[in-house]
C-alpha cells in the first residue's frame, strides 16, 4: 500500500473542509476517509468497510463520532474499533476481529496530515508560516496529470522562472539576464530537508530563499521590504499519474483589504503557467540522474531526485488483512508455495461463519 510514497507525512486536505460529513481523498493510490471522531478529533481510515468492502465515505457520522457503514450499519471510531453489528448479537471481544484500517494523521497548521504506514514515525514538519497567527492566508488546489516526483523537482527548479513565469514571478530575473549569464544554484542540508539559494552573475536573487520539506514540500519565501509573503506548495500523489498540487499562500499585509483575494487569481496563473510544461515530462515518474541530461543548475534537482531513489521509489506499507488486528509472522500451516489445500479453504470458511 502507498507504494512509493510509503512511511512519510503528508497534509492531504485543508483543515477547514472537515466538517460533519466524511470526506473521501486518495493518495499514493488508496482511498482514505476523513471524519471528525469523538470531541470533534480529526481521524482516517482505509475507506472501505472490512465486512464488504463498500466505501465508509459514503456514510454518515453521529453525534458519538462513529462513522457509520452505508449499507449494514457498522459502525467504528477514530481508531478503527468497531463499535456495532447491527442485526447481530457480536460480542465485544468477537467485534475485535473486525476493525477498520485506522491511519495516523494530525490537524496542524490549518492542515490535515497523514502517516503513509501503520504507525507514526516522528511528526510532520509544518512550515512555520503555517503556524503564524500573524499571517492571513489564501488556498488554491489543481490536479495535474504527472507524477508527483516531476512536480516536486519543478517547485525546487530556479532556471525555468525567466523562461516559463517571464511575465509573473521570474520577471525580474528576465529582465536581469545579459548575454552569457551564468546561474548559481546553491543548496544546503537542514533536518527536514534543504534551502535553496540561487546568484545569477553571482548575484543573490534579491533575497528569495526557497525550502523543501521531505517528502513533497516547498516554502518560496520572497524579499519584499517590510512585507513578509510566503508561497508554500504540497505535491501531494493521487496515483502514479497524478498530482493534488496544493498551495498556501500566507502574508502580513493585506488582512483586510478585499481586493487581496485577487492574489489566489495570481496563485492559479503560476501554477497554470507550469502545469501544461510539467505533465509533458517523459518519462512521467523522475528516472535515475544518470539516465537524463543534466548541468549545474540543477542541483537542488538532483538532491531530491537522490531522496526519492534512495528512500522512496519502491517503498510499500503493509498491514494485517483488513479486519485482523494481528499479521502473521509465517505463512498459516498447510500453505506451500502460495498455494492453499482445499482442507484448508474449508477449515478458514467454517472459523469465519462461527466467528460472526
Not at 24 to 45: K, M, S, T, Y
Not at 74 to 97: H, M, S
Given at each position: 500500500m502507498f507504494e512509493g510514497f510509503a512511511r512519510v507525512w503528508t497534509p492531504v486536505e485543508v483543515a477547514g473542509r472537515l466538517g460533519s460529513r466524511p470526506l473521501a481523498v486518495r493518495v499514493a493510490g488508496e482511498d482514505v476517509v476523513l471524519f471528525r471522531g469523538a470531541g470533534g478529533r480529526a481521524a482516517a481510515l482505509l475507506d472501505r468497510c472490512p465486512h464488504r468492502g463498500v466505501a465508509l465515505s459514503l456514510g454518515r457520522v453521529g453525534e458519538d463520532g462513529c462513522i457509520e457503514c452505508p449499507f449494514h450499519g457498522w459502525r467504528f471510531d477514530g481508531a478503527g474499533a468497531c463499535r456495532e453489528i447491527p442485526l447481530n448479537d457480536v460480542p465485544p471481544e468477537k467485534r475485535g476481529r473486525h476493525a477498520a484500517t485506522a491511519l495516523p494523521v494530525r490537524e496542524l497548521g490549518g492542515l490535515l496530515w497523514l502517516f503513509t504506514g501503520p504507525s507514526a514515525e516522528g511528526e510532520p514538519h509544518v512550515p512555520d508560516g503555517l503556524l503564524d497567527p500573524r499571517l492571513s492566508r489564501s488556498v488554491h488546489a489543481q490536479d495535474w496529470d504527472t507524477h508527483?516526483?516531476?512536480?516536486?523537482?519543478?517547485?525546487?527548479?530556479?532556471?525555468?522562472?525567466?523562461?516559463?513565469?517571464?511575465?509573473?514571478?521570474?520577471?525580474?530575473?528576465?529582465?536581469?539576464?545579459?548575454?552569457?549569464?551564468?546561474?548559481?544554484?546553491?543548496?544546503?542540508?537542514?533536518?527536514?530537508?534543504?534551502?535553496?539559494?540561487?546568484?545569477?552573475?553571482?548575484?543573490?536573487?534579491?533575497?528569495?530563499?526557497?525550502?523543501?520539506?521531505?517528502?513533497?514540500?516547498?516554502?518560496?519565501?520572497?524579499?519584499?521590504?517590510?512585507?513578509?509573503?510566503?508561497?508554500?506548495?504540497?505535491?501531494?500523489?493521487?496515483?502514479?499519474?497524478?498530482?493534488?498540487?496544493?498551495?498556501?499562500?500566507?502574508?502580513?499585509?493585506?488582512?483586510?483589504?478585499?481586493?487581496?483575494?485577487?492574489?489566489?487569481?495570481?496563485?492559479?496563473?503560476?501554477?497554470?503557467?507550469?502545469?501544461?510544461?510539467?505533465e509533458s515530462s517523459r518519462p512521467a515518474e523522475v528516472p535515475e540522474a544518470h539516465e537524463e541530461v543534466s548541468v549545474a543548475t540543477d542541483r537542488a534537482t538532483l538532491v531530491f531526485r537522490r531522496y526519492y531513489h534512495r528512500e522512496l521509489r519502491g517503498s510499500r506499507a503493509d498491514w494485517p488483512p483488513t479486519g485482523q488486528q494481528q499479521a502473521a509472522s509465517a505463512p498459516p500451516a498447510g500453505r506451500l508455495d502460495g498455494v492453499v489445500p482445499a482442507a484448508s479453504l474449508a477449515r478458514k470458511k467454517k472459523d469465519a461463519i462461527d466467528a460472526a
Amino acid at each position: 500500500m502507498f507504494e512509493g510514497f510509503a512511511r512519510v507525512w503528508t497534509p492531504v486536505e485543508v483543515a477547514g473542509r472537515l466538517g460533519s460529513r466524511p470526506l473521501a481523498v486518495r493518495v499514493a493510490g488508496e482511498d482514505v476517509v476523513l471524519f471528525r471522531g469523538a470531541g470533534g478529533r480529526a481521524a482516517a481510515l482505509l475507506d472501505r468497510c472490512p465486512h464488504r468492502g463498500v466505501a465508509l465515505s459514503l456514510g454518515r457520522v453521529g453525534e458519538d463520532g462513529c462513522i457509520e457503514c452505508p449499507f449494514h450499519g457498522w459502525r467504528f471510531d477514530g481508531a478503527g474499533a468497531c463499535r456495532e453489528i447491527p442485526l447481530n448479537d457480536v460480542p465485544p471481544e468477537k467485534r475485535g476481529r473486525h476493525a477498520a484500517t485506522a491511519l495516523p494523521v494530525r490537524e496542524l497548521g490549518g492542515l490535515l496530515w497523514l502517516f503513509t504506514g501503520p504507525s507514526a514515525e516522528g511528526e510532520p514538519h509544518v512550515p512555520d508560516g503555517l503556524l503564524d497567527p500573524r499571517l492571513s492566508r489564501s488556498v488554491h488546489a489543481q490536479d495535474w496529470d504527472t507524477h508527483w516526483t516531476r512536480a516536486m523537482e519543478n517547485m525546487l527548479d530556479f532556471p525555468h522562472l525567466p523562461f516559463i513565469h517571464r511575465w509573473t514571478i521570474g520577471r525580474n530575473m528576465r529582465r536581469a539576464l545579459r548575454p552569457g549569464s551564468v546561474m548559481h544554484v546553491d543548496t544546503a542540508e537542514t533536518p527536514s530537508g534543504m534551502q535553496v539559494h540561487a546568484r545569477l552573475d553571482s548575484e543573490e536573487q534579491q533575497g528569495v530563499r526557497l525550502d523543501w520539506g521531505r517528502p513533497n514540500g516547498m516554502v518560496l519565501r520572497t524579499n519584499i521590504p517590510g512585507r513578509d509573503l510566503r508561497i508554500h506548495v504540497f505535491c501531494v500523489p493521487i496515483d502514479a499519474a497524478r498530482t493534488r498540487m496544493l498551495l498556501i499562500a500566507t502574508r502580513d499585509f493585506g488582512r483586510y483589504n478585499p481586493l487581496m483575494g485577487l492574489s489566489a487569481l495570481f496563485n492559479r496563473r503560476i501554477l497554470l503557467e507550469d502545469r501544461a510544461v510539467v505533465e509533458s515530462s517523459r518519462p512521467a515518474e523522475v528516472p535515475e540522474a544518470h539516465e537524463e541530461v543534466s548541468v549545474a543548475t540543477d542541483r537542488a534537482t538532483l538532491v531530491f531526485r537522490r531522496y526519492y531513489h534512495r528512500e522512496l521509489r519502491g517503498s510499500r506499507a503493509d498491514w494485517p488483512p483488513t479486519g485482523q488486528q494481528q499479521a502473521a509472522s509465517a505463512p498459516p500451516a498447510g500453505r506451500l508455495d502460495g498455494v492453499v489445500p482445499a482442507a484448508s479453504l474449508a477449515r478458514k470458511k467454517k472459523d469465519a461463519i462461527d466467528a460472526a
